[in-house]
């Protein structure tokens, strides 16, 4: 079975600071993993994925994230934060293949201080 | 539009009653999954349709949920006797390329249970 861990469920930098977003995930079989961004009132969006290619993976808004197999992690970083960044993000690991669904993590809310 | 749609957005209901909601994904989106969501939680898989069948339905929590999607396209979520255990917000995600697992989800529809 697949499983999430996103350390910190609160996470809060100043505007121009550094994002560090953790996500630590379990697996039976090579994993695909996932980010998701969610802003208020609004749908879950995808900020990137791995799927076995590059262990590097940008995604939108300049987010980028590395998969460490060795350590078992997907964390989720951004050189420099924006106001515009505050939202929900959640880690989500595939069920096999992709097909099947996604197991989520609990999120992490992103506060940003001006 | 041309994103996932989910109706209503909104519904409060009384403990007891009985509950639909509707998805209707992208065109063209073979797969479709309904997730529900609680505060402070991720999205907890429900099910997940491949066409018109059911190809995974073991995050339904008991028989009081079900779900169809009778021509292939709109789905819709039936809660029966509803408890105030229920309440949550219920989101639809549809996906047209089963092997990258990006799925792209809808607003959700948010339950309440009086």
């Known amino acids: 079975a697949q499983s999430v861990t996103q350390l910190g469920s609160h996470v809060s930098v100043s505007e121009g600071a550094l994002v560090l977003l953790r996500c630590n995930y379990s697996s039976s079989v090579p994993p695909y993993l996932f980010w998701y961004v969610q802003y208020p009132n609004q749908g879950l969006q995808l900020l990137l994925k791995y799927t076995s290619a590059a262990t590097l993976v940008k995604g939108i808004n300049g987010f980028e994230a590395e998969f460490k197999k060795s350590e078992t992690s997907f964390h989720l970083t951004k050189p420099s934060a924006h106001m515009s960044d505050a939202a929900e993000y959640f880690c989500?690991?595939?069920?096999?293949?992709?097909?099947?669904?996604?197991?989520f993590g609990k999120g992490t809310h992103l506060i940003i201080q001006p | 539009g041309a994103g996932v749609s989910q109706t209503p957005s909104n519904k409060v209901t009384e403990k007891g009653k009985y509950v639909e909601l509707r998805c209707d994904p992208i065109s063209g989106h073979t797969a479709l999954y309904w997730y529900r969501q609680s505060l402070g939680q991720g999205p907890e898989f429900l099910i997940y349709f491949q066409g018109t069948g059911a190809a995974d339905d073991s995050g339904l929590p008991n028989d009081r949920f079900f779900a169809v999607r009778p021509e292939g396209s709109v789905s819709t979520l039936k809660i029966q006797r509803t408890e105030r255990g229920d309440s949550a917000m219920y989101l639809c995600?549809?996906?047209?390329?089963?092997?990258?697992?990006?799925?792209?989800f809808g607003e959700g529809s948010r339950l309440t249970v009086l």
């Open positions: 995600a549809s996906s047209e390329n089963l092997n990258t697992g990006e799925l792209f």
């Open positions: 989500a690991v595939s069920h096999g293949g992709g097909a099947d669904g996604l197991t």
